[in-house]
């Protein structure tokens, strides 16, 4: 799948704990939420054709290169969504519609100072992870393919593998399905330029109002290993999803799985 037209976006804390893990709370304390749960907000991890950094197509599914500066880079595991975007006459986003989901990796180096999530999220054209496959969403609400499929990763360092997230039900998204929909749909159209987040609007003007958007919609909490080590040259990047009906949460290649496996540089 040719990726490189779709904008892609993602979506801050929409697991519980992710981001007191990942020490980023204190950056959303001036973000008001309607609701305990809601995510934070949306940001930017590429902008098509854009000339500024988020220009460069970050996405690799076979190796995820470290910045060469110091940097303290996290596997964010995730769940992408590929959404048709509907816009209306005003050319404000009117609905999206789920067309499939994958594994992704939205690798994040903890960078002090940084003013937007935006600059943790984007250093290189190896600096995300997608898978290749992807699945079919017959409809984004309960009762669809999507109920029964769970999220999970790991890394393997000098051979061993340890658990990076926690291996978590979609339905444990705080935002799922139609709820989600119509919540992006809504920052898409309002969220301004504020804190760590940016107007969503502005950029998918400036890019020219692209049809389609890959959403990764979230990071899991992270398991002991994850919360505490942060990725190393050499290390094997497992990220997973899987249909808990025929397979289980572990790196074996089975039917209804998707594994994303990269190789850090």
Known sequence: ????????????????????????????????????NAPKGIFPFYLPSSKTFLGLYPI???????????????????????????YNDEKKVQTLIAKEFTAFNDCTIRKD???????????????????????????????????NFHLCSFVKR??????????????GYSYFYTKLQDWLVEKMNEQKDF????????????????????????????????ENNYLQSGDEIYVIVYDARKGAADIEVAEGKIILHQVVL
């Not at 690799?60 to 509907?86: G, H, M, R, W």
């Not at 000098?158 to 979609?170: E, K, Q, S, W």
């Not at 107007?199 to 992270?222: E, F, R």
Request: glycine residues 10%; hydrophobic residues 40%.
């Open 158 to 171: 000098n051979g061993i593998l340890h658990p990076y997230g926690v291996d978590a039900p979609l339905l």
């Open 195 to 226: 804190g760590p987040l940016e107007d969503i609007a502005m950029h998918l003007k400036d890019t020219n109002y692209p049809k389609q958007a890959i959403v990764s919609i979230g990071a899991t909490a992270y398991a002991e290993f994850g």
């Open 1 to 36: 799948m040719n990726c490189e037209k779709r904008i892609g976006l993602g979506v801050a804390g929409n697991f519980a704990h992710h981001l007191e893990q990942a020490g980023e709370l204190k950056d959303f304390e001036k973000v008001v939420t309607k609701e305990e």
């Open 113 to 147: 100072g940084a003013k937007k999530i935006s600059e943790k999220k984007s250093w290189s054209s190896n600096s995300k992870g997608m898978a290749k496959e992807w699945i079919a969403i017959d409809k984004f609400e309960e009762g669809g393919v999507m109920d």
């Open 60 to 86: 690799c599914s076979e190796k995820l290169e470290l910045p060469t500066y110091e940097a303290n880079a996290q596997v964010e595991p995730e769940v992408a969504i590929l959404f048709d975007i509907v």
